[in-house]
């Protein structure tokens, strides 16, 4: 207990520390405002700026690149702190700017007041930012601190935080948080791929040796302490080198990252964890080579970002947020749905991309580095455009819904399921044509194959039966539902196809005279194919219905699936009612009983009131008895987990119990393993003949035989009661109950039969036969 107590201690002591460095990040960034100026001595020894950020305060001034630094505190800039440690200009209390128009003096009262978009960037969103993974990483931390791979996604969290919240502080100097800024920047690769190790163990993959993880972190170890050393001993505008080692490590770690992910990828991408490798380089994608390729590289190569580090290192928000996701609900993206539409909207993005960028080409001039930034600023915006449109429905709102074709298919759909026969189906179908086209007439036409004979079935009687003969004749064309051909009149679709006739859905031309476009074509071809499946099912369900009229009219046995089906729907229905019957009227027949019990023994009552209750009591007791009994014969118990001969023995002993007739089985010769539905038959099937011995028979010994043998199955009964009333008659004695053994025996394509003699005794002998 006191170890525990100790071990809460320390985290929350580490907890409060983490806290407290991020506080001070971000009072730094508060308190001391942000220059901006990155500055380098030239040849003639003068101090020239080299860049300038744009959300500082010397840009806000008009400070541009190539200006000279004059004066700085009254002191050579050379022996300023900042430039003279980082090559960079922060606090100042006079600054004086050599510009083509003359020089410029700065007084520190100038700079005071913190700008928008300084706070925004350097510590609204930083601070935002830490919050939510700090959070994250706490709750994966308390939940799953027994899960290597959840401490070290709690690790990344922490440290991609940390990256986010010292970046405004390190761009002010502040040596603890360029130390802090350095160090995380290089452990987010490092503890990326140390947490994808330990999240690929639970599929049985090794992703990396401990040695490439340990080359790395002491890689990225080594750059952190070439870095602590300038914060010491002062490198002036060689910091730039250093910083450029620590972006080309940043960058290698990532792409080592990506390197061996695609590897593993390629190596399973045929077995059930290819969506895992996909998610993962999908969300590494995503997160990282926006900041890699259009920041930290430009910067580190050519000086240059492309696009600013506030704007690209919001992306790195995006792979913890994608990996809490999977961790807490252990789904996976639809990758390859993602890509299909990715692949699509970048390929409509870029091709007016080129289109403006060309107009632009000709009607303004740009810097190369411009020209990147418009371009990749118009590749965005239009990608971000089509996923939002689909994604919003954008245009089904803004122009309404006559003319959503999915939307039409949905309802059409939908109403299929509440259509009763054909003719309600041919109306609904012209509904929707109408409602959806601007069409004025729409027919459903038979079409004799044989005899050319047009008949309209439905709709509005106006279609030309010349031009429909002339076009409809070169049906070679028409192989499936939906299939059309084009008349002078409109167009038809085949809806569905009989032995002598095709039906046809006729369009008149639309209104305005204009043809039907490619996605019209393609929604009545939609709404064809949909009719010609409810035109089957009703095809199949008025077969059926025939089959059983004329087996009814002709007296005859109903079809075997169709018994099949009904004893299966009966049993289901004798179990839904045994469990009613427990769950319900037994308990509470239970609690009566045991409230009746109570009374009495706490009660004194009248010998008189006594009898009575006791008499309830037995009665209740007689009640719970018979329910019970009569669970078990609608939903036979153990069936499934002992067998059918187990069963079978205890029914049989129930009935010696009740009975006055002698029971005997002899199952020596069973040996067979079936499925429920055949144990089920064989149950019910003894039971049947039980409760013939019991009501009618009269016989005083009843023996039973089931055996097997080459895939069949045998029960043979045998009595000496009274026999069958009457072999002639064709229902074998609705009271006894044959009838319905011959029909399930026969409904599962077994034989069974009746004997019976003059002098009395029946015997059945039943067969059936396993697949």
């Known amino acids: 207990m006191k170890i525990h107590r100790q071990s809460t201690r320390t985290i929350l002591l580490v907890g409060i520390a ?41 840009s806000e001034e008009g400070i541009e690149k190539g200006d000279k630094i004059v004066g700085l505190n009254g002191i050579s800039p050379g022996a300023h702190r900042s430039i003279r440690k980082f090559g960079v200009i922060d606090n100042f209390s006079k600054i004086t700017v050599g510009q083509d128009g003359g020089a410029v003096t700065y007084e520190a009262d100038e700079q005071d007041s913190i700008l928008s978009s300084t706070l925004l960037y350097h510590t609204v969103i930083p601070a935002l930012v830490f919050i939510v993974l700090f959070t994250f990483s706490a709750f994966i931390y308390m939940k799953k601190r027994d899960d290597r791979a959840a401490l070290m996604f709690s690790a990344f969290l922490l440290v991609v935080g940390y990256g986010y919240i010292s970046a405004g502080a390190s761009a002010r100097t502040d040596d603890l948080a360029r130390f802090i800024n350095g160090l995380s920047l290089l452990l ?113 190569i050519i000086g240059i970002d492309i696009i600013p580090a506030s704007i690209t290192s919001v992306f790195l928000l995006f792979l913890p947020l994608f990996f809490l996701y999977l961790i807490l609900s252990n789904r996976l993206f639809d990758i390859d749905f993602i890509n299909s539409r990715i692949r699509y909207y970048s390929f409509l993005s870029l091709v007016f991309t080129v289109l403006i960028l060309g107009i632009l080409v000709v009607a303004t001039s740009f810097t190369v580095v411009q020209w990147i930034r418009i371009a990749i600023l118009l590749y965005v915006s239009f990608g971000l455009l089509f996923y939002l449109e ?52 729409v027919s459903l036409v038979k079409y004799g194959k044989d005899t050319w004979d047009v008949k309209e079935v439905k709709g509005d009687k106006t279609i030309s039966v010349i031009a429909l003969r002339e076009n409809v004749d070169k049906r070679i064309r028409m192989k499936a539902p ?33 043809p039907f476009n490619e996605d019209e074509r393609y929604w009545l071809q939609m709404l064809a194919h949909y009719t010609s499946i409810v035109y089957e099912n009703f095809q199949l369900i008025e077969g059926v219905t025939e089959e059983l009229k004329r087996s009814m009219y002709q007296n005859t046995d109903a079809p075997l699936w169709l018994s099949r089906l009904l004893f299966n729907l009966s049993e289901k229905e004798r179990a839904r009612l045994a469990s009613d019957l427990h769950d319900e009227a037994l308990q509470e027949q239970l609690v009566w009983y045991r409230k009746i019990e109570a009374m009495m023994d706490d009660k004194e009552m009248p010998d008189q009131f006594e009898a009575e209750l006791s008499e309830v009591k037995e009665g209740l007791l007689g009640v719970v008895q018979q329910i019970r009994e009569t669970c078990t014969f609608l939903r036979p118990p153990f069936l499934r987990e002992t067998g059918i001969v187990e069963a079978l023995s205890q029914l049989m002993d129930y009935y010696r119990m009740r009975s006055d007739y002698q029971v005997d089985f002899h199952s020596d010769g069973f040996r067979a393993t079936l499925d429920h539905e055949h144990s089920l038959a064989i149950y019910r099937v003894v039971q049947e003949l039980l409760n013939n011995a019991s009501k009618h028979s009269g016989a005083n010994f009843v023996e039973f035989e089931l055996k097997s043998d080459r895939g069949m199955i045998v029960l043979n009964y045998k009595d000496n009661g009274v026999g069958l009333p009457d072999q002639n008659k064709q229902d074998l004695s609705k009271g006894m109950g044959l009838t319905g053994i011959k029909q399930r025996v026969r409904s599962l394509e077994g034989h069974v039969e009746f004997l019976s003699s003059d002098e009395g005794g029946l015997e059945v002998s039943m067969a059936l036969f396993m697949e």
């Open 18 to 58: 983490i806290v407290a460095v991020a506080f001070y990040l971000s009072y730094v960034t508060i308190t001391e405002p942000y220059v901006g100026l990155n500055v380098k001595k030239n040849d003639q020894g003068e101090w020239v700026v080299t860049n300038v950020d744009p959300i500082g305060w010397a």
């Open 188 to 300: 987010v690769p490092a503890v990326f791929l140390h947490f994808l190790s330990h999240y690929f163990k639970r599929y049985a993959i090794k992703l990396v040796s401990k040695r490439m993880l340990v080359s790395l972190y002491t890689i990225n170890l080594l750059i952190v302490l070439i870095d602590t050393y300038s914060i010491f001993i002062p490198v002036g505008d060689q910091y730039s080198l250093i910083r450029q080692l620590q972006l080309f490590g940043f960058s290698f770690g990532i792409f080592l990252c990506l390197y061996i992910l695609i590897t593993r990828y390629i190596s399973y991408r045929k077995t059930t964890h290819k969506a895992v490798f996909q998610n993962m380089i999908f969300g590494l994608v995503i997160s990282f080579l926006p900041f890699i390729l259009l920041t930290a590289m430009p910067s580190a």
């Open 390 to 441: 689909n994604k919003l429905h954008i245009r089904p709102k803004l122009f309404g819904e006559k003319f959503n074709y999915q939307v039409s298919l949905d309802r059409f759909s939908k109403d299929l399921s509440k259509l009763l026969n054909r003719d309600e189906l041919d109306e609904r179908l012209i509904e929707e044509v109408k409602s959806v086209l601007p069409v004025n007439r």
């Open 482 to 514: 939906g299939d059309f051909v084009k008349i002078h009149q409109g167009m038809c679709f085949l809806v569905s196809e009989s032995n002598d006739a095709l039906y046809l859905l006729w369009v008149d031309q639309k209104v305005n005279h204009t």
